[in-house]
């Protein structure tokens, strides 16, 4: 158990709208506000992933890992609500070149303050009520798709034909049809093509204020 209660808000919106950005920048600015490193988490839905390495073909083929069955949300759940309860969890570690959920885990203590990074968790109502706020980051296609494919380049060791593929055919249908809806569930909405330092020092008073209720 803990001496502090711990809030928890959601980062949504699409893949390559922002979301981690927003995330480190909401932490480094909220730390800095509370003047004390370590008051804070980032939980990333990317670690949920269900292993589907044994079926996997190629990208943008047989495997969807932008429909909300490739995650384990019900895992996701349950380790929020042990965050909120002030105990610790063991994340499951994903590596993405080779599709696999490795055996070890990481260990992550409960903070004053979790946020949650995931496309799909504003989808997942188990999810959405565990969240005291949320946020919703809406950016054009045209640069999620850019950011994505830079990102799957450098990153996670995809070719340019598998990324153009897995967008068409996965990325951008499951988007319309899960992650574009949910931004209706979100506390707030905000733009991601400007830059977010007035957001997120608006959103780390805010929270930094709630902190002391
Ligand atoms: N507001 C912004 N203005 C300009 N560039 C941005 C902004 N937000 C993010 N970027 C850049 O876009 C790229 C993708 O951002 P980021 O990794 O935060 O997206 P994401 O939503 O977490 O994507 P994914 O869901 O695929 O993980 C990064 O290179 C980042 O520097
Ligand atoms: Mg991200």
Redesign the pocket.
């Known amino acids: 158990m803990t001496n502090f209660s711990t809030r928890v808000i959601g980062i949504s ?1 699409g ?8 995330a480190r920048g909401l932490r480094e600015t909220f730390e800095s506000l509370q003047g004390r490193a370590g008051m804070s988490g980032v939980l990333a839905q ?1 670690s949920y992933y269900i292993d589907q390495s044994h079926i996997f073909r190629g990208d943008g083929e047989n495997v969807n890992f932008d429909h909300p069955d490739s995650l384990d949300f019900p895992l996701l759940a349950m380790h929020i609500g042990e965050l909120r309860q002030g105990r610790s969890i063991q994340v499951p570690i994903y590596d993405f070149p080779t599709h696999q959920r490795k055996s070890e885990r990481s260990a992550f203590e409960p903070k004053p303050l979790i946020i949650v ?1 995931g ?1 799909l968790i504003l989808s997942q109502p188990k999810i959405q009520e565990l969240l005291d706020w949320s946020i919703f ?1 809406e950016t054009s296609e045209a640069t999620r798709y850019e ?2 494919f ?2 799957d380049l450098v990153e996670r060791g995809r070719t340019p034909e598998g990324i153009r593929k897995q967008f068409e055919r996965q990325v951008k249908p499951m988007h319309d049809l899960f992650v574009e809806p949910s931004k209706a569930c979100a506390t707030e909405v905000i733009s ?5 330092s007035d957001q997120v020092l608006r959103w780390a008073k805010k929270i930094s204020g709630a902190l002391e209720c």
Request: proline share 0%; hydrophobic share 15%.
């Open positions: 919106g893949s390559g709208s922002g979301k981690t950005t927003f990317d990074d496309t980051i950011r994505r830079k990102r991601g093509e400007t830059n977010f």
